[in-house]
């Protein structure tokens, strides 16, 4: 069965540069959720895009942006890169049809962010 | 607000034994909670949710987890425990008032050894 799609899988940078995580969501699927796990923490919540349109927003930095395009796939942009930047970025995405909360949300393997 | 915690940090198990990943929740109205598993440098993976319906739900892999009302509680357990078990187990609820967010619990390392 297709999964979540992420890329790059891997993504070096440095301080003060930007970067741009790329999420294809299961092929029907029309919600997307972007999560952020630090080293060693539970993944936070980030933002979420249902029909293209933003339905939620977490403890995301302002330096940090995200849209869900025509193809339902979902780019976060980050600017200004910090250290603390530096963890694993997932993307989730479910069908909302059977109602918020019943649906479940599949992961993708993750984009890993080193920020130097 | 929603909130899950798991009480354990760390569970050890010797293989063929059950196992259980404790996990207890606090919501306002109907819990939706799910668990998921993560391997080294890898996703989660789904392995069941509980939204309504019998308090025992099977998921994926040969495990279950009861949902208690009374004590608030979703553990997740396995009769008898792999070593390719070993992995890290989050418990997570959906925040259904904003969005659908998961919420998660600091997440249980589960040690299987032979």
């Known amino acids: 069965a297709a999964g979540v799609i992420q890329s790059p899988r891997h993504l070096i940078k440095e301080k003060r540069e930007t970067a741009t995580l790329k999420c294809y969501p299961i092929p029907r699927h029309d919600t997307v959720y972007w999560y952020q796990q630090g080293p060693g923490q539970d993944p936070q919540f980030l933002i979420s895009?249902?029909?293209?349109?933003?339905?939620d927003k977490g403890s995301i930095p302002d330096r940090f942006s995200a849209q869900q395009f025509s193809d339902y796939h979902s780019e976060l942009n980050m600017s200004s890169l910090e250290l603390g930047d530096s963890a694993l970025y997932f993307c989730a995405s479910s069908s909302m049809g059977a109602g918020v909360g019943t649906d479940t949300q599949y992961f993708g393997p993750g984009t890993r962010l080193t920020v130097l | 607000a929603q909130s899950v915690a798991q009480p354990e940090d760390q569970v050890n198990v010797a293989e063929g034994n059950p196992l259980t990943v404790k996990c207890t929740y606090s919501?306002?109205?109907?819990?939706?909670l799910f668990w998921y598993v993560q391997y080294p440098n890898r996703g989660l993976q789904f392995l069941l949710k509980y939204i309504t319906g019998d308090n025992l739900v099977k998921g994926s892999y040969g495990f279950e987890a009861e949902f208690n009302k009374s004590q608030t509680s979703f553990h997740l357990k396995k009769p008898s425990a792999l070593v390719s078990d070993s992995a890290l187990y989050f418990c997570a609820v959906r925040d259904i008032y904003q969005g659908g967010k998961l919420i998660f619990g600091q997440g249980t390392e589960l040690s299987v050894k032979p």
């Open positions: 895009f249902y029909e293209k349109m933003q339905s």
């Open positions: 919501v306002s109205g109907n819990p939706y």
